[in-house]
């Protein structure tokens, strides 16, 4: 069942209590708070119920503007009662993106695991930092357990390493990056920048995440010292081009020092050579990190750890973060390294009031000394669970079904493919593709088609938010414009695959006509309840201010040069005459409007306009009728928005 924010009614008892009325506050509060406390876990379990409900939308699409008219979220300036503390909690849901659902396909997360969540509520209650031993003894040796279980996994190597658990990737890869320069100018931690005589440099792919050339700028080394290796077509760091760069600096009297290889690229998901890469690194005596953020759930399978991660061994840091592909619950990241005590040779900087040497246990179990933060957050605990529900044979299989529900919808995709063009063959669960509407099916695949295809992908991305019925992501990257970035839920199943393949806006009532685009995506019909009749009353009346505005524009171009005049496909118009006449004449109507031209190809008629489904007042974009398939975005457009059809595009319509 979906959030709903009536269903939360705390009895009238203690419906107008305050916070002072609940644990620590009062002694005998006991029965209170836990009243209070199960309704707020009503809340969640409904919500969680919601989420795995594949009849459930993904999200109520708001505008910002509109979301904050929604919420109440002022500070107040005495406090509000438990009854609207429970309001607050049921609204917050409600508008709250599932992340868990099945046909949640949008980011690198991966479901909603209850053992973790269920793992994150016992820390949220637990609330404790983990750097001692003394105030966190189960969770820092769950830690010392997990952390090294993992590093086997990566290779009998690394046993007797050490690993942490960071904020994110990004400061896992942070952590790399600092260790690999501690380890090679120890001085610097003392000493500063001024210690090391040249100029140190990096290198890491160009599909590599952004927080590796961060690390750059964060660090002093600046982003022009971190250089990008160029990748091959399927998302791979070249070798050959990493060690020609390798060369190039060290002719310049540059200090080659680090190098990271991706294992699980964040566009592509593709996986960097490790073997020829360890090479290079070894021969000019530089460190290799591996950033298995996303990839590296693969290492707990048999089936797919190879070749993909083969020699992961041979690196000297990982990151790796079970809350993407194993599902942890956000945020769950680690980073290992294979030789131990150099976290706290780069890090420790001995604070006396928290480390002292002198305690009653062993301090080698205080961890805070060796990571930048000071306090951290209790992160171990629901992945140890975790890890104890699904055992290694449990997660084996988990990643073994992602990969199998990913080359299910390869398969599928390569079945049709008058309707969808895939990118590449993937590597992981990401899924690369376009889809191709009804009036493209026949042009010939070309640059100029795929610039086309890139230019209705995040139209058809606003659909889906709007209807909120699916969430796919879409990116450009240096070879392609804008295409379908699929990520495989762990929740996904067979039938989500053919339902998501499937379905068209044809089959539903929709927001806009029949003959517009036809994609696979599910839409649903806006609820617009006692405003329908005032927008079909504005679309009438912008349906006769259109048969005016033609006819006035036909007379303006009657004096026009022959051959600029349009034949059966309506009056053509030079850009500047053709705008100023359209705004002047909307707004001698007291209509705002808002529309953009195309340079090419600008016949006036037929007019299509697509309609916005908010309570705004109605702004119109003006379309060719060859462009009226795009004409599906509900928001303000740029010039580089505007679909500028091809000429085989428009060749194709004429004959059809």
Known sequence: MAVNTSNYKLSASIANLKYTDLLPHREDAYETSKIFLQKVMDIL??????????????????????????????????????????HDCSVTLKYQVKTGHPHFFNQLSCGLDLVSMAGEWLTATANTNMFTYEIAPVFILMENVVMTHMRQIIGESWTNGDSILAPGGSISNLYAFLAARHRMFPQYKEKGIASIKGQLVMFTSDQSHYSIKSCASVCGLGTDNCLMVPSDEHGRLIPAELERLVLERKAKGHIPFFVSATSGTTVLGAFDPIPEIADICEKYHMWLHVDAAWGGGLLLSKKYRHPRLTGVERADSVTWNPHKLMGSVFQCSTIHFKEDGLLMSCNQMSADYLFMQDKLYDVRYDTGDKVIQCGRKNDIFKLWLQWRAKGDDGFAKHMDHLMEMTEYMVKRIKEQPDKFYLILEPELTNVSFWYIPTRLRKVPHSHAREQDLGKLTPILKGRMMQAGTLMVGYQPDDRRPNFFRNIISSAALEYDMENYMEYKLSKVKARIKEDAVLCLFMCQPDKLSSKKSEIRSRKKKISELLLELESTMQKETMSEPEEIIASTSGIIHKREAACQTTKLHFRSKGIQVD??????????????????????????????????????????????????????????????
Do not use: C, W
């Open 45 to 86: 379990i409904d919500f969680i119920h919601a989420t795995n409900n594949r009849k459930e939308k993904i999200l109520d699409f708001h505008h910002p503007e509109d979301m904050q008219k929604l919420l109440d979220l002022k500070i107040p300036e005495y406090g509000v009662n438990l009854q609207q503390i429970i």
């Open 595 to 656: 529309f953009k031209l195309s340079t090419e190809h600008m016949a006036t008629s037929p007019l299509k306009f697509a309609f916005p489904s908010t309570s705004k007042p109605i702004k119109q974009v003006l379309f060719h009728n060859v462009e009226s398939e795009y004409a599906t975005s509900n928001s303000k457009m740029s010039d580089s928005d505007v679909y500028q059809p091809t000429e085989d595009i428009l060749q194709f319509t004429k004959r059809s």
